[in-house]
């Protein structure tokens, strides 16, 4: 089965330091989303992409987060500089939206710590 | 705006049947269902679309009701695997596909 790829798995890091996290989309998905999900706030959608295009990124943190897509099999979130607030786990997803039964596929999702 | 579930949480034992609500104050374009169990991510289960009111594979179904902006996951004779949190995502319309999560439903399955 394809699968939305995600590196690194698992990440700790010091306060203030750079964070970036990879997602690969499933080849020919033309719509990618990053989510942050925590036990208080669920599923929090941070930025969404379709055709390498931004599309809304309104619910990204601007000062600190930024979500790139530099080509159609890599899709970047960025956090700099990290805070204790953004341990999270971090996923991406992918999917074509004008299929009507094919939904989003999520990747793994990374585990983001912040001490 | 987030969709609102209902209820947070239930428990059933095996073979009981389930219902999962979820409402939106917007009009919607679209409803999808996820599963997620724990430490996993999301799967998807299925989508239904403006004019379109009820879907169904196996034992879970769902339906789209517009004119209420309400859907509901149905899910009977639920077997062990049906244990997780769902979540209902919604698209307000074909302009605006963003995908907004409900705050989900832990569903759990006893013997």
Known sequence: DARVTQTPRHKVTEMGQEVTMRCQPILGHNTVFWYRQTMMQGLELLAYFRNRAPLDDSGMPKDRFSAEMPDATLATLKIQPSEPRDSAVYFCASGLWDREDYGYTFGSGTRLTVV | ?111
């Open chain 2, 1 to 111: 705006q987030q969709p609102v579930q209902s209820p947070q949480a239930v428990i059933l034992r095996e073979g009981e049947d389930a219902v999962i609500n979820c409402s939106s104050s917007k009009a919607l374009y679209s409803v999808h269902w996820y599963r997620q169990k724990h430490g996993e991510a999301p799967v998807f289960l299925m989508i239904l679309l403006k004019g379109g009111e009820q879907k169904g594979h196996d034992k879970i179904s769902a339906s789209f009701n517009e004119k209420k902006q309400q859907s509901s996951l149905y899910l009977t004779a639920s077997q062990l695997s049906y244990s997780g949190t769902y979540f209902c995502g919604t698209e307000i319309d074909i302009g605006n596909e963003k995908l907004t999560f409900g705050t989900g439903t832990r569903l759990t399955i006893i013997p």
